[in-house]
C-alpha cells in the first residue's frame, strides 16, 4: 500500500506522515497495528529520531487499541452548552467576516448572531433525548457555514431580505436536508422563525429568548462579540430551547445515569473460583 511505503521512507529521512479517516480502512487496521509494533520496538536504529506517525479517526471500534495505548491522543469535541457552542463559532469568526456584507452591514451582524444561536439551541436541544428530537441528528459546522454563506448572498443581491426564501432554504434545505422526523421538521421550523425574523434586524440588542437573558448584542467588533459571549450564563436553562424547566430533569437523570454507567465499567472485574472457592 502507498501508506506502508510512505511510513517507510518517512521513518528512514525523518520526516512527518498523517493518516487521515483510519476508521474507513477497516481491513488495513491490523496491518496498521503490525507497523506501529514494529517501529516502537526497533533495535537497529533505523528509525529517524523527526520521524512522527500522525494518525486521524473517528471513535470506532475497529481502531487498533494497542496504537492508542502507545501513542499521544489528542480529541476533538463539540462544545457542551450554548455560551461555548457559540464561542466557538465566533472564536473562529474575524473581522473578515463581520465585515463581508457592505449592503446591509447591521443587518448582516444581527442575523449572523441570530442564526449562530440558533445553530446553538439545535445542537444542544440533543441532550434531552426524545423530548428533544426524535431522532438524535447530527448537526454540524458545515450547515452553519452553509446558511451564513446564504444569509450574506440574500443581503448582498437582495433589495429586500426574502423572509420566506431564506426561511426555507436554510430551514428546509441546509438543516432539514438532516431531518427525517415530520414533526422534528415542524419544530426545527418552529425554532428557525424565532431568530431569523425582521424583529432581529430591525431592532438593536433584539431578545432571542423570553426572560431577555440571550440577546442580540450592539453592532461591534469581533472582540466585542467575544466579550459579550463570555458574559453569558454557563448553564441554560431549559427556556432557552422552549421547553418546560422538569425537561431539565430528565438530562439531569440521562447524565447521572451515564456518569454510573462509566464508573461500574471501569471498576475490576471480580469471579469466584469454582474449586477452591476464593475470589480473585
Known amino acids: 500500500l502507498l501508506a506502508e511505503t510512505m511510513i517507510k521512507q518517512a521513518a528512514a529521512s525523518g520526516d512527518w506522515v498523517c493518516l487521515q479517516n483510519c476508521h474507513l480502512a477497516a481491513s488495513w487496521m491490523r496491518r496498521l497495528e503490525e ?3 514494529d517501529l516502537s520496538h526497533d533495535h537497529n536504529n533505523q528509525v529517524h ?28 469535541e463539540p462544545p457542551k452548552g450554548v455560551k461555548a457552542n457559540i464561542g466557538r463559532t465566533y472564536n473562529d469568526t474575524g473581522e473578515e467576516v463581520l465585515e463581508s456584507c457592505s449592503a446591509k452591514p447591521s443587518e448582516w451582524r444581527r442575523l449572523l ?61 441546509n438543516y432539514g436536508g438532516r431531518v427525517t422526523d415530520d414533526l422534528d421538521r415542524r419544530c426545527l421550523m418552529s425554532i428557525l422563525r ?27 467588533n469581533a472582540d466585542s462579540y467575544r466579550e459579550h459571549i463570555k458574559g453569558l450564563p454557563s448553564s441554560e436553562a431549559p427556556e432557552v430551547f422552549g421547553m418546560h424547566a422538569n425537561a431539565n430533569i430528565a438530562f439531569q437523570l440521562q447524565e447521572t445515569s451515564r456518569l454510573i454507567d462509566s464508573v461500574l465499567s471501569i471498576q475490576p472485574r471480580v469471579s469466584s473460583s469454582s474449586s477452591g472457592g476464593s475470589s480473585t
Not at 139 to 146: A, R
Not at 201 to 215: F, I, M, R, V
Open 35 to 37: 507497523k506501529v509494533a
Open 113 to 173: 448572531f441570530a442564526l449562530s444561536f440558533f445553530h446553538a439551541v439545535v445542537q444542544e436541544r440533543r441532550k434531552f433525548g426524545p423530548l428533544g428530537w426524535n431522532i438524535k441528528y447530527e448537526f454540524n459546522n458545515s450547515d452553519l457555514e452553509c446558511s451564513s454563506s446564504t444569509l450574506r448572498m440574500f443581503l448582498t443581491e437582495q433589495e429586500q431580505i426574502p423572509w420566506a426564501a431564506l426561511e426555507y432554504v436554510v430551514g428546509h434545505v
Open 194 to 220: 424565532q431568530y431569523i425574523t425582521p424583529r432581529i434586524a430591525a431592532k438593536e440588542c433584539a431578545p432571542l429568548t423570553a426572560s431577555g437573558t440571550y440577546y442580540v448584542p450592539k453592532d461591534g
Open 49 to 76: 529520531p523527526d520521524f512522527r506517525l500522525w494518525l486521524t479517526s473517528m471513535p470506532s471500534p475497529v481502531f487498533p487499541v494497542p496504537v492508542l495505548q502507545n501513542g499521544i491522543k489528542l480529541t476533538n
